[in-house]
């Protein structure tokens, strides 16, 4: 047993070592910015033809938001497993008249395997970041986070890479063996940060009344517990003291977002227990979630604006009924949400037939005609049974594209390497923000 | 062996002692563990507090305790990421393999403890290490543990994606309900034509989560190759990696035929699109 002096002693070197580890929070960019002057890498930057909206983070610092010419980094569960998320981004995209490339030469960022099974390494998962960033760099398109655990895992990568010299010399070897440059973006982007940006065009098409309607929103913890610095915040929600998305564009929008006790928590989606424990997310789930924002808030909807959230909240309601919690409490993304208030079809584009809780109450809520839409949605997937081609949201991949990460004359040109450009729409800050 | 401040001697495994001499209570579980096992907990221990991050993430800890009070996992199991970061800061080799044999699997990788840290501790970090060791070194607890994840590490290592709507069976995801996979019956339409109905061409599929083109899935698996994650695999499941080298040996085959296919286009190409071999 250690006696008072010993004790003493051990707090005192525990607290030496932490202030000597230097283990300071830097804006990441600025070491960017130098290792790109000495040739180390290339920054990405955010250019006037991306019409950036400028935005806050946690500690203040200014978030230059891409709106325009994006790459969309899909999420390899949403696409799977909620496919209207993706098709509800895209879809506001082209009604605000953004241009954007969706391919099929991204893989996902495979955190979703690392933080369930740990079957990789930080320098893969860096090599990973970074050949998705050349690619995006490469067809001369921002890239756009769809996930929050891709949003958190880019951004450890980035400075990982920023840091390590040993971890950066050996991404950028590989990268060199298939002919690929190391870039970083000036900004790693959620796309919720996007719509937050964008809520004034989403307001000025809103054709949906949304002001009867109680939103709870669940915050995703990997958009702001994993390199907490970059997060987007707003004094005008919730003062400043959680983050701005995705509460923003719901208020926006008009709908009450209402508070609950549990806010903090995770959703228990676990990685690996929403596929091999799923005893322990539906518990979590249910029990400090879903009870909290329908017994404490009387929420018509949950928000939220990560993949994980979506479907553990979501799939895990069912079986509660089992258990007297008899609650399905509709759980879309920000994006869907906002879709739905734009006039968007609840089956074709928001696609909620996917989703396991019932939504026709928060449809009937919004006034949104879903039998009408259902019953066209069961005609159009007849035609699609009887061999119709598809409707899509933008041109379908050429056939080479099955096989080739073509450049379909993207290259880039050297000005891209170009110092920053002045943002040209007003900040969040200068009243921009959702009121 | 040292003892991990204010926390009960309550390991998982005898020490040499106990196990000469047997204490009258056991633990559940605990068991003497074998010259083999302890001679890798000791390597692992030794790489472990090698790993530059071991440096990076463990800070210091108080034992204040704001990280177990916000942490999912320690309300439904017998796991504290108080615990862990003891571990990690004080802990020796038995106590580390201890850990490994089934709390670093409790922990959901929220880092609601790396935010409630007032050490800047990376907690969820340093168990993502310990996992790694765990799996790098083929225990026998982490192949039990990840046994189930072998279609999604499939689907993740040859095309880069974790989610196929396929995967999404209804015997097996009985608890989620029969709306959960979109393509119940009430839709009198297959699982494919639901994703037909996607209005995105590249989710126009069911076997993955979108359609990958081929030379991307080589660049992925050619970064595997080159990190040291194939090896890792192997040390999990040998099988399973047999396989994947197979598929990929396929889709490198299917590239070069459509290299030749598509000469002509490629030749008028700069970049990746023209260089790379697969």
């Not at chain 1, 899509?392 to 056939?399: G, W």
């Amino acid at each position: 047993m250690l006696n008072a002096t010993q004790i003493r002693r051990v707090i005192e070197e525990r607290t030496e070592r932490r202030q000597g580890t230097g283990k300071k929070v830097v804006d990441v960019r600025e070491e960017m910015d130098r290792l790109e002057e000495q040739g180390e890498l290339i920054v990405h930057r955010v250019r006037a033809e991306n019409r950036p909206v400028e935005m806050k983070t946690l500690f203040g610092w200014t978030k230059r938001i891409p709106t325009d010419r994006l790459w969309h980094h899909k999420s390899c569960g949403q696409c799977g497993n909620i496919p209207g998320y993706p098709s509800s981004l895209l879809w506001v995209m082209n009604e605000t008249g953004r241009e954007y490339l969706n391919e099929p030469h991204q893989t996902s960022c495979t955190a979703w395997n690392y933080h369930g099974t740990a079957t990789s390494n930080p320098v893969a998962l860096a090599a990973v970041a970074a050949r998705n960033f050349h690619r995006a760099y490469e067809t001369h398109h921002f890239p756009l986070i769809h996930c929050g655990t891709s949003f958190g895992d880019y951004k450890e990568m980035r400075k990982l890479l920023v840091e390590n010299t040993e971890v950066r010399h050996k991404v950028r070897e590989i990268l060199r063996s298939m002919d690929r440059e190391l870039v970083l973006p000036e900004e790693i982007v959620h796309y919720s940060e996007w719509v937050q940006a964008m809520a004034p065009e989403i307001v000025a098409r809103q054709k949906v009344d949304a002001s009867g309607v109680v939103a709870t929103v669940h915050e995703p913890c990997h958009y702001y517990k994993m390199v907490p610095e970059d997060a987007v915040y707003d004094d005008a929600v919730y003062g400043g003291q959680r983050p701005a998305v995705p509460t923003g564009i719901l208020l926006a929008l008009g709908a009450k977002v209402a508070d609950y006790s549990t806010w903090y928590d995770c959703c228990g989606f676990g990685f690996r227990h929403i596929l091999s424990e799923r005893e322990f997310s539906r518990s979590f789930a249910n029990l400090r979630k879903i009870r909290p924002m329908v017994e404490e808030a009387h929420s018509d909807v949950a928000i939220t604006s990560d993949t994980g959230c979506v479907t553990t909240l979501d799939k895990s309601q069912w079986i509660g009924r089992a258990h007297g919690q008899p609650y399905l409490l509709p759980v879309l993304s920000d994006i869907q949400f906002a879709a739905l208030t734009m006039g968007a079809h609840p089956y074709k584009i928001a696609q909620l037939h996917w989703h396991a809780a019932p939504v026709d109450r928060l449809l009937d809520r919004l006034g949104i005609d879903w039998r009408s839409a259902k019953a066209e949605f069961l005609e159009y997937l007849q035609q699609l049974k009887s061999g119709a081609a598809p409707e899509v949201l933008h041109a379908p991949r050429e056939e080479i594209e099955r096989f080739f990460a073509i450049n379909k004359g993207q290259v880039l040109p050297e000005e891209i390497r170009e110092k920053p450009s002045t943002p040209v729409s007003p900040t969040l800050v200068e009243g921009r923000g959702p009121r | 062996m040292s003892v991990v401040a204010h926390l009960p001697r309550r390991t998982l495994s005898l020490t040499e002692e106990e196990a000469d001499s047997p204490p009258a209570m056991h633990l559940t579980g605990r068991q003497r563990m074998t010259d083999a096992d302890r001679s890798l907990s000791e390597e692992i221990y030794r790489e472990f507090r090698g790993d530059h991050r071991h440096h990076d993430f463990v800070l210091g800890c108080l034992n204040c305790g704001e990280c177990t009070t916000g942490c999912p996992a320690a309300r439904f199991y017998d796991f504290s990421p108080r615990e862990m970061l003891q571990i990690a800061q004080n802990g020796d080799a038995t106590t580390l393999w201890d850990a490994m044999q089934e709390k670093i699997w409790a922990c959901c990788q929220c880092y609601t403890c790396n935010m409630r840290c007032r050490f800047g501790n990376d907690i969820a970090g340093i168990i993502s290490v310990m996992r790694e060791l765990s799996v790098r070194h083929g225990i026998e607890a982490t192949r039990r543990t990840l046994a189930p994840f072998n279609r999604s590490l499939t689907l993740l290592m040859t095309v880069g994606t974790q989610v196929s709507s396929d995967m999404i069976q209804p015997d097996f995801f009985r608890d989620w309900g029969p709306f959960a996979t979109g393509s119940d019956k009430s839709w009198g339409v297959t699982p494919a034509i639901m994703r037909k109905a996607i209005p995105i061409d590249v989710l126009q599929t069911t076997t993955s989560s979108w359609e990958v083109s081929v030379q991307t899935s080589l660049e992925l698996f050619r970064i595997y190759e080159e990190t040291g994650v194939l090896d890792m695999l192997r040390g999990l499941d040998p099988d399973l990696t047999d396989m994947l080298i197979d598929i990929i040996e396929e889709r490198r085959e299917e590239f070069t035929e459509a290299r030749e296919r598509y000469r002509a286009d490629l030749d008028r190409m700069q970049g990746p699109v023209a260089t790379f071999s697969g």
